[in-house]
C-alpha cells in the first residue's frame, strides 16, 4: 500500500485538473490519473497526522518514478502509436514544468543571453549546449550557489561581472575566466578560386600551434624556386588567428601576386599567455623552417617548390612587433637559421607601445578602427602582470629595451596608414633605424586606417602595397 495506484482516464483537453473518476467522453485524448492512497495524500499535501502542523511542501522530482509498464496499462481502449506518443510528450511537459518551477523562471545571464541561451533551459549544469558553442557558464553557476541572486551572499557584490571585452570575439570576467567566440570578428568570405594551393602543418606539438602554407598552384617541381614569405597574423596579441577568413585571403593574395610560398602561423595568446609566449612561438614557426631545411626526408609539398635562402618575414599590428623583435634576435644574416637565410622584413603598421603618448595616439579621432581605449586595453592584457608598455617587447626605444643604436639588422620595410594612431611609433621606429645605419624604408598611405590592407584588399593603396612588397623583395633577393 505504500505505492501509489495508478490507473487511466479520458480528460478533456481544457480542463485545470484530473477527473476524480472514469469518464465516458468520447475524446480520444488519454492522459494519467493518479488514484493515491490516503497514506501517499497525507504525505504530499505536507500535513502530518502526528504533529497536527503544516510543514512547506518541497516537491522532489526525483521521487516520481514511473516504471514504463505501468505506461502501457490501464487503458480503457486499446492504446495506438500517436496516442502514445501523445502521452509520453505531455508526461514530459509536466516533468519539465515542474522542473522549471523549483528552479525558478529562466533569467538570462551575462553570458548565455549573448548566445540566444537562457538560464535552466538552453544550460545543462552550468554548460551551454554544443550547437551554441560549449561555452563555460560560470555565472550560471554563480547564480545557483547564491540561490539564483545576482551577488554574492557574503560581500554582496556581483559574484561575476565583465572586465575586458576584444571585438566581440574575447571576454574577461572578474572571476579570471576567459571566453571566446569559435567565430571570427570579421565575418567575410574566403575567396579561394583554386589558384593557389594550401594546407594546415603542427609546428609545434607541446601547444598544438599550426601553421598554414600556401602556394601557387601553378608552381612544379621543375620550375623554379619561390621565395618565402612569413605573414604574421595580427590583433593586438589578444585574438586573431591564421585561419580567420581575412587572413587567409591575404595570403592568397600574397601568394599568387608575389609569386611565393607563404608561411602563417598561429601564436599563443593573451592573457591566457602574456609576452614573451607570442614571440617565442614566432621564433619557433621559424625553426621549423630551419628543421625542414635540413631534414632527410623534409615535406616535398614546400621543399618542391621553397627557396630557403631567400626568406622575408612580414607581420601585420601585433604580427609586425613580432617581425621587429625575430629581426633584433636573428641579426643581419640570421646565421644560426642556416641553411635558412632571411633577406627581409616588412612590418606592416606594427604594434608599438610606450608609457608616454604619441601625438597620433593622443590627438588621433576616437572612432578610429584601431583606437586609443582598445589599444590600451590589449596592452593591459598582453604583457607581463606589473609591467609597463616601455617593456622592451613594446617599446623599441624604452628606458629598459635594448639599444639598437648599434644593431646590425636586415633590411627593414615598414608601412602604415596616414590615418593610424600607430603611425609616429612606426615613423619614429623607422627614422631612428635608418639614422644609425640601418637599410629602411618608411612607406606612409594617406588617409588609410590601421590594416586597411586585409580589410579591403582590393583596394587601389592594398594593390599599391603589393607591388612595393613585390619590388623590396625584388631588391633584397639578389
Known amino acids: 500500500m505504500g505505492m501509489a495506484t495508478l490507473s487511466f482516464s479520458s480528460l478533456n483537453p481544457l480542463s485545470s485538473s484530473f ?11 488519454f492522459l494519467p490519473k493518479l488514484s493515491l492512497t490516503k497514506q501517499e495524500i497525507s504525505t504530499l ?56 518551477g523549483l528552479r525558478g ?15 535552466c533551459v538552453f544550460c545543462d549544469n552550468g554548460k551551454m549546449k554544443q550547437e551554441t558553442g560549449l561555452i563555460d557558464c560560470r555565472v550560471c553557476k554563480g547564480a545557483e550557489a547564491g540561490n539564483m541572486s545576482n551577488t554574492d551572499s557574503a560581500s ?20 579570471g575566466s576567459i571566453w571566446r567566440s569559435p567565430n571570427p570578428s570579421f565575418n567575410v568570405p574566403v575567396e579561394d578560386d583554386g589558384s ?24 612544379s617541381p621543375s620550375s623554379a624556386k619561390l621565395p618565402i614569405f612569413y605573414y604574421i597574423h595580427g590583433g593586438g596579441f589578444c585574438i586573431g588567428s591564421r585561419a580567420w577568413p581575412n587572413c587567409q585571403n591575404y595570403c592568397f593574395k600574397l601568394a599568387s601576386e608575389l609569386q611565393a610560398v607563404v608561411i602563417s602561423p598561429d601564436y599563443r595568446l593573451a592573457p591566457e599567455n602574456r609576452l614573451p609566449a607570442a614571440i617565442e612561438d614566432g621564433f619557433m614557426a621559424v625553426q621549423w623552417l630551419q628543421a625542414q631545411a635540413r631534414a632527410e626526408n623534409p615535406d ?24 621587429h623583435n625575430l629581426a633584433v634576435q636573428l641579426g643581419a644574416g640570421s646565421p644560426d637559421l642556416a641553411p635558412v637565410c632571411v633577406r627581409g622584413y616588412v612590418l606592416l603598421a606594427p604594434f608599438f607601445g ?20 582598445l589599444i590600451d586595453r590589449f596592452w593591459r592584457l598582453s604583457i607581463p602582470i606589473g609591467d609597463t608598455t616601455d617593456h622592451p617587447l613594446v617599446n623599441p626605444f624604452g628606458p629598459v629595451s635594448r639599444n639598437l643604436e648599434h644593431a646590425s639588422l636586415d633590411p627593414i620595410l615598414v608601412v602604415v596608414g596616414g590615418s593610424d594612431l600607430l603611425k609616429d611609433r612606426a615613423e619614429e621606429y623607422a627614422n631612428k633605424l635608418k639614422k644609425w645605419g640601418n637599410k629602411t624604408e618608411y612607406v606612409e598611405f594617406e ?32
Request: glycine fraction near 6%; include cysteine.
Open 19 to 29: 477527473s476524480s473518476a472514469s469518464s465516458s467522453s468520447s475524446t480520444n485524448h
Open 45 to 100: 499535501s505536507g500535513y502530518n497526522s502526528k504533529s497536527k502542523s503544516r510543514r512547506k511542501l518541497l516537491f522532489q522530482p526525483t521521487r516520481l518514478i514511473l516504471h514504463p509498464v505501468l505506461l502501457l496499462s490501464g487503458f480503457d481502449k486499446p492504446l495506438d502509436t500517436q496516442t502514445f506518443l501523445a502521452t509520453i510528450s505531455v508526461l514530459a511537459a509536466i516533468a519539465l514544468s515542474l522542473f522549471l
Open 105 to 119: 523562471d529562466p533569467v538570462p545571464c551575462d553570458r548565455c543571453a549573448g548566445n540566444g541561451g537562457t538560464k
Open 156 to 175: 554582496g557584490a556581483p559574484p561575476f561581472y565583465e572586465v575586458d571585452e576584444c571585438r566581440g570575439v574575447l571576454r574577461v570576467y572578474s572571476d
Open 196 to 219: 593557389v594551393l594550401w594546407k594546415d602543418v603542427v609546428f609545434d606539438p607541446k601547444h598544438n600551434l599550426q601553421l598554414r602554407l600556401y602556394k601557387p598552384a601553378s608552381s
Open 300 to 323: 616535398a609539398w614546400l621543399t618542391d617548390a621553397a627557396d630557403f635562402s631567400k626568406v622575408f618575414i612580414s607581420g601585420d599590428s601585433a604580427g609586425g612587433n613580432i617581425a
Open 354 to 373: 610606450g608609457t608616454v603618448r604619441s601625438r597620433s595616439e593622443a590627438e588621433g579621432p576616437k572612432d578610429a578602427f584601431l583606437n586609443l581605449e
Open 447 to 478: 588617409g588609410q586606417q590601421h590594416g586597411f590592407f586585409t580589410i579591403n584588399p582590393n583596394s587601389e593603396p592594398s594593390k599599391a602595397l603589393m607591388l612595393i612588397i613585390k619590388r623590396f623583395i625584388a631588391e633584397n633577393s639578389c
